[in-house]
Each structure stands twice: as C-alpha cells, then as structure tokens.
C-alpha cells in the first residue's frame, strides 16, 4: 500500500517511483507569510499543501490531484482495476480518478480495450481516451446520458462526489449519503454481476438503510480509509464488491 515515504523527520520527505517508493524527491518545509489579504487560514491551508507529499509526488507523476493516490490505495487493497473494464466515475473532477483508471484498464488484453467515463458539475481539461462530462449527475438525464455513452454495463462505478460542505456535521453526513444514493441506484442500474461500487462517505461509515441495502445487492461490503486522505478528515469510502445482478429483488 502506498504510504507517506520513510525517513520523514520533520523537514524532510522522501517519494519515489511509485508514490512513496523508488526514486527520491527531497522536501524542504515549505512555510507561507501571511500576505496582505491572505486570510491566516488560507495560509495554513496552503502551507499544508506545499509540504504533503502526495501532492508533491501528484505533481511528479502528472496526476491532477492527490485524490489520484486515494484510488491507488484502494485498487491495492481490493483489485477491481483490471485491464478491459468499463469504469464510470461519478463526481470525476478534476480528474485523478480517471487518469488512475485509465493507466490500467485501457490497456485492454485480447483486443478487449476498456472504457472510461467521467462526470462532474464542473469543467475538467480533456485525458486522452476517456470520455468527460461537465454536467450535474442529480440532473434527471444524466444517467441516461452515462448508459448511452457506456453502450453496455459497467465493472466498476465509483463515486467521489462530495456536497458542498455547510460545516454542521450531520448536515454534511446527510448530504453525502443522499449522494451515495443516487450513485448506488444508477449503479444497481448498469453494473454487470460481479461488478464493484465505491462510494465516499464520512466517518462512522454508511448509514444502516442504505448499508442494508448494499449488503443487499453486493456480496462483500467493506469500508476503507486509504492512508492517502488526510488524518483530519472524516471521509472514508464503502467498497462493495461482486454485485449479485439484476435479478436481485
């Protein structure tokens, strides 16, 4: 599993090759003044960014965020990447997730080349062979959208949608489950059996209706802190693995 790079003694980290391993990047910490007009949580926040080192090792590899290594982390701990999957990424930008995706599964074996597709309210630059959406996927016609643009069923639907947060906890939990939801529901819809859904929801896991109902459909339901998000954070994500198939009442 991708972790932060040994040796890190207060000043100093080292990533490499695969994020945290291989080649080394020295890091020397970075502290920001606090300019006029800079708020001094602004400060901090971007402090915390010059000196975390997957978004240094983001920047390395040409991924477009850190997020990108939050997926690594869980396709080495649950293998739903493979070679010739049909992926569709719910929430996609800036694009991380996608990049990641389509390192691996268009690669295709066979002549079976995979598929992926992304969708997010907001505009993402262009990733060679994967198709983007800028569009609102609570939106009634997106998901009819995304099962024209697939042509088929997908393996694997993830989900990193998160709601604009409103800094009242249980607000915050209520909205991203109703986003998870809606992921689950189109997931239900274009899964093939066997196929995989991840979605991210915030510490203290899923909620029991909707875990009951994923249990349900899955059979291995699992919930995952890649080591890759923050400490501080209360997202994690659930991974439910090997969708039973339609049929399923």
């Not at 695969?18 to 300019?35: L, W």
């Amino acid at each position: 599993m991708v972790k932060p790079p040994r040796g890190y003694k207060g000043s100093k980290r080292r990533t490499g090759g695969k994020p945290g391993s291989g080649g080394s990047v020295r890091m020397k910490h970075e502290k920001v003044k606090t300019a006029r007009g800079r708020k001094y949580s602004s400060k901090l926040w971007l402090e915390r960014q010059l000196n975390d080192p997957y978004v240094v090792e983001a920047k390395r590899k040409g991924y477009r965020s850190r997020a990108a290594f939050k997926l690594i982390q869980l396709d080495e701990k649950f293998h739903f990447l493979k070679s010739g999957a049909r992926i569709v990424d719910l929430g996609a930008a800036p694009g991380g997730w996608c990049q990641v995706a389509a390192d691996i599964v268009l690669k295709g074996k066979n002549g079976s080349k995979g598929k992926v597709i992304g969708i997010d309210l907001l505009e993402m630059e262009p990733i060679p062979d994967v198709m983007l959406f800028q569009k609102d996927f609570t939106e009634d016609d997106a998901p009819d959208m995304l099962k024209e643009a697939l042509g088929g069923e997908a393996d694997v639907v993830m989900s990193d949608m998160a709601a604009w947060a409103t800094g009242h906890k249980a607000t915050d939990h209520l909205r991203i489950i109703g986003l998870t939801e809606v992921a689950l529901e189109f997931a239900l819809e274009v899964l093939t059996p066997g196929g995989v859904f991840i979605a991210k929801v915030l510490q203290g896991g899923t909620e029991n209706q909707l875990l009951t109902a994923i249990k349900k459909h899955f059979k291995t339901v699992k919930h995952a802190k890649p080591a890759a998000s923050r400490q501080d954070s209360a997202e994690m994500y659930v991974v439910a693995i090997g969708f039973k198939g339609h049929s399923t009442d």
